[in-house]
């Protein structure tokens, strides 16, 4: 019997930036999230909250619901969440729900994250579930991709 493959954060990452540049594409700001659970991939979403007209539609709160339809439960103990930007309150509040155990993220969002940049949200002591989070995974690149896209919609115009 053969040993597994244990997938790095980085790989997981970079997962998230093929999810994140399918937002793009769509004209979407281009965030993307992947959940595993034991180094298998579960679900990929992509920032959806334009074309699917619902602002709650985040890569992370869509990754999850994939995620919950896939494994038929709407707890996910045991997984870990990539995404390509430090969460909101909004998508942090999804993973505490979910019982998410890990959250690794790529680039800091000094306006709204709540996973250590504003708030250390996931980690408060009022909370039941507790997240272990890691940022600033493959940093340069989430940022880079992200801050592209800005610097395209300001040029428009």
């Known amino acids: 019997m ?6 790095t ?7 998230a930036l093929v999810a994140a540049k399918q937002a793009q594409q769509l004209d979407e700001v281009p965030v ?12 990929s979403a992509n920032n959806s909250p334009i ?18 339809q896939q494994m038929n439960n709407y707890r996910l103990p045991g997984s870990t969440l990539y995404v390509t930007l430090e969460p909101c309150m ?11 155990n890990r959250l ?3 680039a800091y969002d000094e306006k709204t994250g709540v996973a250590g940049s504003c708030f250390n949200w996931l980690q408060d002591e009022k909370h039941i579930h507790k997240v272990i989070v890691q940022g600033g995974v493959l940093q340069q690149q989430c940022a880079q ?13």
């Open 104 to 106: 690794v993220f790529g």
């Open 90 to 100: 909004m998508c942090a509040g999804a993973m505490l729900h979910a019982r998410v």
């Open 145 to 157: 991709l992200l801050q592209s896209f800005f610097k395209g919609k300001r040029q428009l115009k």
């Open 51 to 68: 074309s699917l007209n619902d602002p709650t539609a985040h890569a992370e709160v869509c990754v999850l619901r994939k995620a919950a």
């Open 2 to 7: 053969g040993i597994a493959s244990i997938q």
């Open 9 to 15: 954060d980085e790989h997981w990452m970079q997962q």
């Open 32 to 43: 993307g999230a992947v959940l595993v659970i034991n180094n298998e991939l579960i679900a």
